[in-house]
């Protein structure tokens, strides 16, 4: 039965004594996936920990994509793909609401010219509704315009229940709730050894070695290196790159909703899209390129090229002049690019690996399916031990004040109890000095460029921190103590400063 206590020996080192932590589990990856089960978790007395090679919660797959709530039509009936999205779906809006999280069910075409389209519509359709999915209709052009008078089309599904959300706020409200409920944190920490000694795994990373009596493998795009650590040699990830264009948000006026091609199933995604943000801009992409690094997130111009032709078929507004930044995400595919399209998420137990539960394969819709991935890998845990509640798990986390969207009597009295929403730092967003600070002292303690951007959306508009990415960093300076060519903008090595042009 697992206990609510410390478990701690003492290892003599030196002439020292070294107080070792011994956790019920540790989860290997603090993505989104990995992050939900840390929440999960967190709802028992366990004592768990996290470890992630990154910096942040928010530096890979979980925060490179399209932030699209799917409904649950694509995948296959049957699948723990289906299962776990139509699941999520449903559910996002309690999670939403607990978790302080922008969201918006706006629903979703899918659109389609030719009679060959026409027919997978419908097959698709017909999957999706033995999926469970709700409110899917298939629409003619009259209607499309109807709905969205800046899509073009012949036809198409009309999906009600899709939606969109920040990937990023989704991504650290699930970790800092999972924090303030217990679970513990460490950044920066690459595994790199897995040994099980009288019923310890002992995980050795770059700075430090843990133990554990269970192991949660969730790290994404390095899964398959880790499921051969603890013993399980039977997958190959591969990296398939998606590269996005970014629109300026006067073009979100334009459109109100996610609009997709109808897919082709071996390209392994699902085809190049037009995509608002819960935050006004609009999204173009992703392609689909399978590479041979797992963190080559190089745009290309033959992509890029690709993009604004294929988008430009259903969303006629696209400029040149209206993009203010690109990038590239990579998915953790078990689908070899011979093969094509996709296999099901792994989520399993294995007698030859005891004590652990690997999940492999996460790709799309994995942001949607976080939640019910979760509680699936608590319910096999359960399996095994005999959890107790924790009483005093709290599913509320509050999110930053936002400054921007309150009425001008708000924005008074803001700034009246803390002077610092009265200076504007990011002009592009209005986002404000008492913003920027909440962001630095964050409850994760991450202290890069890109940690501040994700918690704030700081330099995320049309001069994407022209002006004031030199301004926050000198807050990071001041409030974190920190040499200036300490400050980092995302992963080691990404010094923002390597000394004086001048005295």
């Known amino acids: 039965k697992v206990k609510n206590k410390l478990r701690t020996h003492f290892v003599r080192i030196r002439g020292d004594f070294k107080l070792d932590k011994l956790y019920d589990v540790i989860i290997i990856g603090s993505g989104v996936v990995g992050n939900a089960i840390a929440r999960e978790m967190s709802r028992y007395n366990l004592k768990i920990g996290v470890l992630e090679k990154e910096l942040d919660v928010c530096n890979e797959t979980s ?8 409904a649950g039509f694509n995948n296959k009936p049957g699948t723990l793909m289906a299962k776990f999205c139509v699941e999520g779906n449903q559910g996002f809006d309690q999670v939403a609401k607990e978790l302080g999280v922008p969201f918006k069910r706006c629903g979703k075409l899918v659109v389609g010219f030719s009679e060959e389209d026409k027919e997978k519509l419908i097959a698709m359709k017909e999957q999706g509704e033995k999926n469970g999915v ?29 939606g969109i959300l920040n990937p990023f706020l989704l991504t650290i409200a699930l970790a800092e709730n999972a924090a303030a409920n217990g679970a513990e944190y460490y950044f920066g920490n690459e595994v790199i050894d897995i040994k099980r000694v009288d019923d310890i795994y002992n995980i050795k990373t770059v700075k430090d070695t843990y133990k554990t009596r269970w192991v949660v493998n969730a790290a994404g795009l390095y899964s398959d290196k880790v499921s051969k650590m603890l013993g399980i040699d039977d997958y190959t990830i591969h990296p398939c790159r ?3 264009f970014i629109l300026d948000e006067k073009v979100g006026s334009k459109l109100s909703l996610p609009a997709y091609p109808v897919p082709n199933p071996k390209e392994g995604g699902l085809g190049i899209h037009l995509t608002p943000t819960i935050d006004g801009n609009v999204f173009i992409g992703p392609s689909s390129e399978y590479i041979d690094e797992r963190d080559d997130y190089s745009a290309t111009q033959k992509i890029m090229d690709l993009l604004i032709k294929d988008g430009g078929r259903i969303f006629p507004h696209i400029r040149r002049e209206d993009f203010i930044r690109n990038f590239a995400g990579i998915r953790p595919k078990l689908a070899s690019k011979e093969e094509g399209g996709y296999h099901d998420f792994v989520i399993e137990m294995r007698d030859k690996s005891p004590n652990t539960i690997n999940l492999v394969g996460i790709e799309s819709p994995g942001l949607t399916s976080s939640t019910p991935i979760a ?8 399996q095994k031990e005999e959890l107790t509640e924790n009483e005093n798990f709290n599913p509320i986390r509050k999110p930053i004040v936002t400054f921007n969207d ?32 909440e962001a630095i002292n964050n409850p994760l303690g991450v202290e890069t460029l890109t940690g501040i951007k994700y918690r704030c959306r700081a330099m995320m508009g049309r001069c994407q921190g022209g002006y004031c990415e030199t301004r926050i960093a000198g807050l990071l300076e001041e409030v974190k103590h920190k040499n200036r060519e300490d400050v980092l903008y995302s992963r080691e090595g990404s010094n923002m400063f390597v000394g004086k042009v001048r005295d």
Request: glycine share 8%; with cysteine; aromatic share 6%.
């Open 63 to 70: 925060a490179r994509n399209s932030g699209v709530l799917h």
């Open 242 to 244: 998606g590269e996005y």
């Open 375 to 382: 509680k699936y890998v608590v319910s096999l845990l359960k």
């Open 134 to 162: 709700k409110g899917l209709e298939i629409i003619g052009k009259d209607k499309i315009k109807e709905i969205e008078p800046n899509i073009d089309g012949e036809f198409a599904m009309w999906s009600k229940t899709t």
């Open 406 to 437: 309150k009425s001008v009597e708000e924005k008074e009295a803001l700034i009246k109890e803390n002077p610092d929403y009265g200076e504007v730092i990011c002009r592009c967003q209005t986002i404000t000095k008492a913003e920027i600070l």
